[in-house]
């Protein structure tokens, strides 16, 4: 189970680095697939790290230049404890990118690199399928329109509940938690709800 799980952060992480050429993916040494988890992550880091740098001048800005008004004082602070935020978000990926290698040591490299894999090329052989299914399931929403991170965790709980066999309770409950890790505040909350209707369309 543990293997699953870090297979499953794997993939999620190297999707973007890696060759949509299901013959391609097929010769990738977990080496290959942990540089490219790393990559993603630094990338999100730094992106992240950029963004809460200018939310964090912004919000100094305002509050050097509204000392006397008490509404703009407000709103400075709140830009500040959003910017603080974001970039303690940043340091939080930070920690992950450096616990990565360290998990994958701790279980069956063969077993971990098979998993991650087999998750990449059902996803890419099955892209159309996995996105109808997403988007039959989406209320008021596009899928196109999410942030790439949850399309990419929709899509691998999607492939383990159509084609490998992992029950829907089991794939919606490692949907949430990489959710918990990698996406926005609420979304493990939207992530549970859009995967408990593809579940119950499925049983129709």
């Known amino acids: 189970?543990?293997?699953?799980?870090?297979?499953?952060?794997?993939?999620?992480?190297?999707?973007?680095?890696?060759?949509?050429?299901?013959?391609?993916?097929?010769?990738?040494?977990?080496?290959?697939?942990?540089?490219?988890?790393?990559r993603t992550l630094l990338t999100e880091i730094q992106d992240t790290l950029e963004t809460a740098s200018a939310e964090l001048e912004r919000g100094s800005?305002?509050?050097?230049?509204?000392?006397?008004r008490a509404v703009d004082v407000r709103s400075a602070r709140a830009m500040v404890k959003e910017s603080i935020d974001l970039a303690q978000t940043a340091i939080n990926r930070?920690?992950?990118?450096?616990?990565?290698?360290?998990?994958?040591?701790?279980?069956?490299?063969?077993?971990?690199?098979?998993?991650?894999?087999d998750l990449l090329t059902y996803m890419q052989n099955n892209r159309d399928e996995i996105n109808r299914v997403l988007s039959e399931n989406m209320v008021e929403w596009k899928l196109e329109r999410l942030a790439r991170i949850d399309q990419?965790?929709?899509?691998?709980?999607?492939?383990?509940?159509?084609?490998l066999g992992t029950p829907d309770k089991v794939a919606i409950n490692e949907a949430v938690e990489l959710a918990k890790r990698y996406s926005g505040e609420e979304g493990h909350r939207f992530i549970n709800g859009v995967l408990r209707r593809v579940s119950d369309a499925l049983k129709i």
Do not use: F, H, W
């Open 152 to 163: 990419d965790i929709l899509r691998i709980a999607v492939t383990e509940i159509l084609y």
């Open 1 to 38: 189970m543990q293997a699953r799980r870090i297979a499953r952060e794997l993939a999620l992480l190297s999707i973007s680095q890696l060759s949509s050429n299901t013959e391609k993916l097929q010769t990738q040494q977990l080496q290959q697939l942990l540089l490219a988890a790393v």
């Open 94 to 117: 930070l920690g992950t990118a450096i616990e990565l290698p360290e998990l994958i040591q701790l279980a069956n490299q063969q077993e971990v690199r098979d998993y991650a894999l």
């Open 61 to 68: 800005d305002r509050l050097l230049s509204s000392e006397t």
